[in-house]
């Protein structure tokens, strides 16, 4: 998700994320896990995030993925 990460920083204005599968064995059916850390700030899973925070990473995870 190296576009994703570019999408971050610039939302973010810096920072980083991270996308794990939480079950490597299958990955089309395994949970993720999304860590961001915006900046200035220690990385936290998705949920820790205050809410503004939690929307521009999930906005910066679809941006990622679907090409605009």
Known sequence: ????????????EGGEADIWLQV??????S???IHASPRGKR????DLLSGGERALTALS???????F
């Not at 995870?61 to 090409?67: A, D, E, R, S």
């Open 43 to 46: 990385t936290q899973r998705i």
């Open 61 to 67: 995870l679809l941006f990622g993925i679907y090409p």
């Open 1 to 12: 998700m190296n576009t994703s990460g570019k999408k971050f920083l610039r939302l973010f």
């Open 31 to 33: 949970p993720i896990e």
């Open 24 to 29: 490597t064995d299958d990955p089309l059916e």
